[in-house]
């Protein structure tokens, strides 16, 4: 109770501060990332992602979609369980098969939080009955289209293929009935595969996204803010500007005597660039880009088992002990996932640890992802390098055939 009664307040303050200008972290739940797989790979997906969390690592993955329909599900939980994270997402491949459409729906929210600014009654006394809870809740719909490009210099070749893929994203953030806001934005991804190489671009916020607050006080609580020195304010914008992700990862092949058994290695290494000025701690800094570094790592056995790690979350920060507040040590989050695929159904755990002293704190994350296949085919990874050698000795025999 005591913990959310100060989230409240630090919320409650929060809001009635914001200024009409470009502010960092805005909307910052879209950057959390979906899917127990890519958080596994510390968020390392821009230029591998080829399902349908592609929605939020990048939109030109969901062209790697190759059952007729894949369902995404995702529940997770951060500080000690008071802030819930949901995802729901789905993907299907238009009937002309030219290219394939996506929809999601993220919730990140704080529920159940006490509202203690009419508990003093005009006499000082103080009523608990008059404590009400709301939520704090932050919600985006997004709608992602991608598709193949076609050259004529690559055509009736395997081992090369782009796409393109873009997000049209509506954002809804409210905190009870005290403030909401309505925003919209467009992303835009592209990747492409040469051979064993991938690489990928997640530009996000390509127009510049506002977000518009409105907020709506009673009489008692504007007299509460004119008390406490507190200005008071009726609509007020935040500003996300352009954000870029650059991607490149490789497929290594691992034979085996068997040739039943197949298995690969896949490593991708990403840099997340924005372009909001100088944030604190950030390993690098150039003045209006910050960028975070990101690596990520996968291996895959028979599409039956997966094991994932990563590093990310790279900062300079100040030590604990140092009372003089000049010492600094490098605070990074190391990941670490696992995944099995049964049939249709895709089930992805992933374990993530901040790298803070004395008290580490930890996340955990698990997903689901549903293929279904109105013809009863099996699903199978795509754009693995094990797939592109099967594609092309099926090319073989069929060029042979004719």
């Known amino acids: 109770m005591f913990k959310k009664i100060v989230l409240f307040t630090a919320c409650f303050f929060a809001l009635i501060n914001i200024n009409a200008q470009t502010r960092k972290y805005a909307n910052e739940f879209l950057n959390i990332g979906v899917g127990a797989r890519g958080l596994g790979m510390s968020g390392a997906q821009a230029a591998t992602v080829n399902d349908v969390t592609s929605t ?18 995702m529940h ?52 608990y009955s008059r404590i009400k809870s709301i939520s704090s809740a932050d919600y985006a719909g997004v709608i992602t289209y991608a598709q193949k490009l076609k050259y004529k210099r ?15 994203k509506i954002i809804h953030r409210n905190v009870g009935e005290l403030a909401n806001a309505w925003g919209a934005g467009i992303d835009f991804g592209f ?10 671009i997640n530009a996000k916020d390509i127009t510049t996204t506002y977000t518009i607050w409105n907020f709506s006080f009673t009489d008692k609580e504007k007299q ?37 058994k197949k298995a690969y290695l896949l490593a991708e290494a990403n840099l997340d660039i924005t372009t909001d000025g100088k944030r604190y701690g950030n390993m690098v800094n150039i003045n209006p880009f910050s960028i975070d570094p990101k690596m990520g790592l996968e291996f895959g056995y028979n599409n039956l088992f997966f094991i994932r790690s990563g590093i990310g979350g790279f900062q300079r920060v100040l030590k604990d002990e140092d009372t003089t507040n000049t010492q600094k040590r490098t605070m990074f989050q190391p990941t670490f996932g696992v995944g099995i695929k049964i049939n249709q159904i895709a ?22 992802k549903l293929n279904i296949n109105k013809k009863g085919a099996n699903y199978v990874t795509p754009n693995t390098d094990i797939d592109y050698r099967a594609n092309k000795s099926n090319r073989k025999v069929k060029n042979s055939n004719q």
């Open 56 to 73: 939020f690592w990048n939109p030109a993955g969901l062209i790697g979609i190759n059952s007729d329909f894949q369902i995404g599900l």
């Open 76 to 127: 997770s939980e951060y500080f000690g369980g008071i802030s819930k994270y949901d995802y729901l997402g789905t993907a299907f491949p238009m009937k002309n098969k030219k290219g394939v459409i996506g929809l999601s729906l993220v919730r990140l929210a704080v529920d159940d939080i006490p509202n203690t600014l009419n508990i003093i009654q005009p006499d000082g006394t103080v009523d």
């Open 154 to 168: 690559f055509e009736g070749r395997d081992d090369v293929q782009m796409n393109i893929g873009g997000n049209l």
């Open 191 to 200: 990747q492409a595969r040469l051979k064993k190489w991938k690489l990928g």
């Open 224 to 260: 509460i803010l004119a008390q406490t020195g507190n200005e008071i304010v009726s609509k007020s914008t935040e500003v996300n500007t352009p954000r870029v992700v650059l991607g490149a990862g490789r497929y290594f092949p691992i034979q085996f005597r068997d040739s039943s």
């Open 347 to 368: 089930i992805d755990y992933a374990f993530s640890s901040l790298n803070v002293e004395n008290n580490p704190i930890y996340s955990h994350f698990i997903s689901l």
